[in-house]
């Protein structure tokens, strides 16, 4: 018997069920007959709805599967994109660490370049002042030297004719 036939005759059983007194809704029917008919269209179910069924419930499994699967891809993308994140931040604070030395370096040299020429400039005003005097004083012994031989020279002549 087909489920289709079962259904007719459920249908039947009911057309064919006496009214219960003042309720014209309410039927009665044969109990026993009824649950033979439910346990007849349980056996004859297609197959077909049986594996629908199946289907349904893998398809929920795998669904509720895909969606942990994903929800774990995510968690890991995330983490993954917080660790480039904090890379970046880290790459980015040693370049700006980096630029800060290099200027920290370059004004430092900057600062010894205009330190040693000042101490050069002093340095050679230092030796010129000190060849400067050493110049007079040479320039003074000349000086003296001449005038020595000069005076000397004369007083040579005035004792060779005081001699003759």
């Known amino acids: 018997m087909s489920i289709d036939e079962i259904l007719e005759e459920m249908d039947e059983l009911l057309d064919k069920a006496s009214s219960v007194p003042f309720v014209a809704h309410k039927k009665v029917i044969d109990g026993e007959r009824m649950r033979e008919l439910i346990n007849d269209v349980r056996l004859n179910m297609p197959h077909e709805l049986k594996e629908a069924k199946k289907i349904e419930f893998d398809c929920q499994r795998i669904l509720n ?6 929800e774990s891809i995510i968690r890991k993308a995330e983490e993954r994109a917080a660790q480039i994140v904090s890379r970046e931040a880290i790459v980015t604070e040693a370049k700006k660490k980096a630029v800060d030395m290099l200027t920290k ?60």
């Open 105 to 164: 370096a370059q004004a430092a040299a900057k600062n010894l370049q205009q330190n040693a020429a000042a101490s050069v400039a002093k340095m050679l005003n230092d030796t010129e002042s000190h060849y400067s005097r050493n110049l007079q004083n040479i320039k003074m012994v000349k000086a003296k030297l001449n005038h020595s031989l000069t005076s000397g020279a004369s007083a040579k002549n005035v004792n060779k004719i005081e001699n003759q």
């Open 65 to 70: 599967e895909a969606k942990l699967n994903a």
